[in-house]
């Protein structure tokens, strides 16, 4: 017994085999029992502590201490990273949807493109809309448009749906400030500007070809009519109190103009008050304070909202995001343990000699996480948490690094199924059957994450 203990806690097969094993009982628990994922992750974490050998007090802390426990650093390091960042940017969405600036921007492509290129422009209006905005709330606002502009195409609906569903999926992707890749980017150690920079250059011909070329195609092969329960919705705004299409950019825009700012002002420029300045409005909470603020002036307070209203508006959009931020921090004490156990080691010693890069093992990992359970945000953490000790040793540069949580951000979006709440989410609104689904829908994320970490990898070469 005992030289089976000394084999689990030292030799890198014991740690290759308990890594495996932890994993293993993290999907069970989540898969088979439908333990909550925030829940999974802190059990799977104490287990394989105490069972690479981690002392109790290192692992949960004593009774007069705690704060550098394991358990606590480990959420800590990762929530303090995040939190204010996907809260500010719940914010931002919320206001943007409230203040009807989602269904102007789409008005307006629809009218430029005309009815020809009316799916090209619902494309559009999802990869613009949802950079600040949470993916099923992109569709829950947008699905009526959705609706009214394949009545009048008098075309399957999946040539409208597809776009936009893609360009929402895209931005959840790989742009902050969705929970995805600000969660990689925390984990990974990288600038939140190279991730916008290298999230745009992966993600934009991976919409292209998800979210243009593929609903082009298979949307005259299947046919899906619009569902007889879907409200129509006017394509001209009723009101003239909508706001201006110049304000609605600026809220959007802002944000990420002020990171890169910040992110590209410290290569660019001698230290002083300039770079200074661009540092402190760089800063991604900044940012988006600035931007909240922005939003609550020229799409709240001028247009008639009290105080009160848009606190209400900041409660409700806040709400939804606790257990992001738990799964989240549990994710976070997971990977902290993966490192502190010598696990991460072991890992990289065995990746090593595979010859895989670290790049297509960081993809690969991602895949097989989002495919087993579903949920995104834990094939994220999870596959960060086991990453980040790889990169210990690794003298990798900020683009590089961007580089490979693209890549995780990838694989937490490939081959969308029924184990996924989005699936159900767009068969719900769309009318689309489980079948359909699966040949589209499903289809879609594949393109897009196969895409997607091709240009990385692709990128990855040249950097």
């Not at 087993?372 to 210990?392: D, E, F, K, R």
Request: proline share 5%; charged share 10%; hydrophobic share 55%.
């Amino acid at each position: 017994m005992d030289g089976l203990v000394h084999w689990l806690q030292q030799e890198t097969s014991g740690l290759l085999t308990l890594c495996a094993v932890g994993i293993a009982a993290l999907l069970l628990m989540i898969i088979r029992f439908r333990v909550e994922p925030f829940i999974a992750l802190i059990i799977t974490g104490l287990l394989l502590a105490l069972a690479a050998g981690v002392p109790v007090t290192d692992l949960v802390g004593s009774a007069q201490k705690s704060s550098e426990s394991l358990l606590e650093s480990g959420f800590g390091s990762i929530l303090g990273h995040i939190t204010a960042i996907v809260g500010l940017g719940a914010i931002l969405g919320s206001i943007l949807e409230a203040s009807g600036g989602a269904q102007l921007l789409t008005r307006r492509l629809l009218a430029a493109f005309g009815e020809n290129r009316a799916p090209l422009a619902m494309g559009l209006s999802g990869l613009l809309f949802g950079i600040p905005v949470f993916f099923d709330i992109g569709i829950f606002v947008l699905a009526p448009l959705v609706y009214t502009a394949a009545r009048q195409g008098g075309r399957s609906i999946l040539l409208y749906c597809l776009p936009l569903v893609a360009g929402l999926s895209m931005t959840h992707a790989f742009l902050p400030p969705h929970p995805g890749p600000v969660v990689a980017a925390g984990l990974l150690g990288v600038d939140l500007g190279w991730i916008i920079l290298m999230g745009l250059a992966c993600g934009i011909p991976a919409f292209v070809v998800a979210g243009v070329l593929f609903p082009a195609w298979i949307g005259k092969r299947i046919h899906v009519d619009v569902p007889d329960t879907a409200p129509p919705a006017e394509l001209t705004s009723e009101s003239g109190d909508e706001p201006k299409l110049g304000v609605v950019a600026l809220v959007i825009g802002l944000p990420m103009l002020l990171i890169l700012g910040g992110t590209f002002g410290s290569i660019t420029l001698p230290a002083g008050a300039a770079l200074d300045v661009l540092t402190f409005l760089g800063n991604p909470v900044v940012a988006l304070t600035i931007a909240v603020l922005t939003a609550f002036w020229l799409l709240g307070t001028r247009r008639g909202l009290t105080g009160q209203d848009l606190a209400t508006l900041t409660a409700a959009a806040l709400r939804p995001l606790g257990m992001i931020l738990l799964v989240v921090g549990a994710g976070g004490f997971f990977g902290k343990v993966l490192s502190e156990t010598g696990v991460g080691d072991a890992l990289a010693g065995s990746l090593q000699a595979s010859g895989l890069p670290l790049i297509v093992s960081a993809y690969v990992i991602s895949s097989g996480l989002r495919i087993a359970q579903g949920s995104a945000t834990v094939a994220i953490v999870t596959t960060g948490g086991i990453v980040a000790p790889l990169l210990a040793d690794a003298d990798f540069s900020q683009p590089r690094l961007a580089l490979i949580a693209v890549a995780i951000a990838a694989g937490s979006i490939i081959a969308s199924h029924v184990n996924d709440g989005g699936f159900w989410i767009i068969s719900r609104y769309f009318g689309i059957s489980v079948k359909d689904m699966i040949k589209t829908w499903t289809v879609l994320e594949t393109i897009l994450s196969l895409t997607g970490f091709a240009m990385a990898a692709l990128l990855s070469l040249l950097v």
